[in-house]
């Protein structure tokens, strides 16, 4: 098998350069051919949120997919509409939206950009330089000057200025009268959970608003339960009202708990606006019946299981005993977290990939890299602190005996 991968698979990423074959997943679990059970603290890409092959998303699944699949876009069913409230309803979005669902969170910030230049008829977006926004060309990085304003926030982060940003100046030169939207991701950056200050991102919204731009909250990897609340937007005051809620918001990842489906909240007032503007966007999934249903039922099971709140106490837990771990090791320069979104950034005599390999060996997949020389970890909510102390106590292992 590993010689058809090798001449037939077509592998456009970095990977750790050695062989983990996967058999089968459940809940927390992988099991590998090479390295037995795995206790997986990716979840996946980032996305199963509930775990994988949740027995009520497979009996979903089942039943749904002799029943109905894939339709053509003029046909209609309850579901998308059905969708578009649940979610507000279980996030207690604090606006009326209307949505559309597709297929890839890269799609999903792509569409409610384009949609932001409609609506504003401007071409400039701003967004943080640190913020990862998707894979399709206009998205990846290095991102294009001409239409983007990628602000380097890295001084803002540490900032303990007591005067606020319009005292600050540092963002005097932008011109926000030209930008169509602020693409706000907020605090995954890669995979580095860099959380932006509270009065930075209030600052950059009111300008734009007061400017007559847009907001697009990036929710593709922040979304449903990641960081500790349903939205990662929700950390910040300034969106908590009617008034300033995000105009958009892309979803993906835990959407669909590893199924493939994303998709948008628009505020209705836009959406009217959308649809008298006579603009036209279809593709192959859009508003697919199936994704709908399964994205229903992994609501379903989160409201269920009150998993949003015990993620974030687990995830609390998690990032106290890491603490514990720093102090006691030595080995541990900085953690950084939010909820299940957490990095572990080692000393700089550590390589981070020989310290996935060796939490590999002891039953551990985690996120590494070296550039930053980091471990990442995104795992299920329902990793549980059983899970949680058998890895922190391996980590320790590693790091006394390196």
């Known amino acids: 098998m590993a010689e058809l991968i090798k001449t037939k698979n077509l592998r456009m990423f970095n990977s750790p350069g050695i062989s983990i074959t996967v058999k089968r997943a459940q809940g927390t679990k992988i099991y590998t051919e090479e390295y037995g059970e ?68 890269s799609d999903a910030v792509s569409l409610a950009v384009t949609l932001s230049e409609l609506l504003t008829k401007k071409s400039q977006k701003l967004c943080l330089s640190i913020s990862s926004l998707g894979s399709s060309p206009e998205l990846r990085m290095p991102r294009d000057q001409k239409v983007w304003i990628d602000l380097p926030i890295n001084k803002c982060l540490s900032c303990k200025k007591k005067c606020d940003c319009r005292e600050c100046g540092k963002f005097n030169e932008i011109n926000f009268k030209n930008i169509a939207a602020f693409v706000f991701e907020p605090g995954n950056s890669g995979g580095l959970v860099l959380c932006p200050p509270e009065k930075l991102i209030e600052f950059l919204c009111e300008k734009v608003r007061n400017a007559g731009g847009l907001i697009i909250a990036n929710e593709v990897t922040t979304g449903f339960g990641r960081t500790g609340k349903w939205f990662g937007f929700q950390h910040y005051e300034c969106f908590n009202s009617e008034e300033h809620s995000p105009d958009f918001i892309s979803m993906g990842k835990g959407l669909g708990n590893g199924y493939p489906i994303s998709g948008i909240l ?125 890895f922190c106590f391996s980590l320790k292992d590693i790091l006394l005996n390196n």
Request: charged share 25%; with cysteine.
């Open 266 to 390: 628009v505020k209705s007032k836009l959406a009217e606006a959308i649809e008298d503007s006579k603009f036209k966007y279809v593709q192959s999934h859009i508003d697919d019946p199936l994704g709908c249903i399964v994205s229903r039922k992994v609501i379903e099971i989160m409201l269920e299981n009150n998993l949003v709140e015990r993620g974030n106490k687990a995830g609390e837990y998690l990032q106290c005993k890491l603490h514990e771990l720093a102090e006691i090791t030595g080995e541990i320069s900085e953690i950084l977290g939010r909820g299940m979104m957490i990095a572990i950034a080692l000393d700089k005599n550590l390589k981070a990939k020989e310290i996935f390999l060796k939490l590999l060996k002891k039953g551990f997949f985690t996120g590494y890299s070296e550039m930053y020389n980091i471990i990442r970890l995104y795992p299920p909510l329902i990793l549980n602190y059983s899970e949680i102390d058998n």
């Open 38 to 105: 795995l206790i997986d603290l990716q979840a996946g890409c980032w996305a199963a949120v509930l775990g994988h092959c949740r027995k009520e998303i497979a009996e979903t699944l089942s039943i749904n997919a002799q029943l109905l699949f894939h339709t053509h876009e003029w046909f209609t069913t309850e579901h998308p509409a059905a969708l578009v409230s649940e979610i507000s309803s279980a996030a207690k979005l604090r606006y009326s939206y209307r949505g559309t669902f597709i297929s890839s969170g």
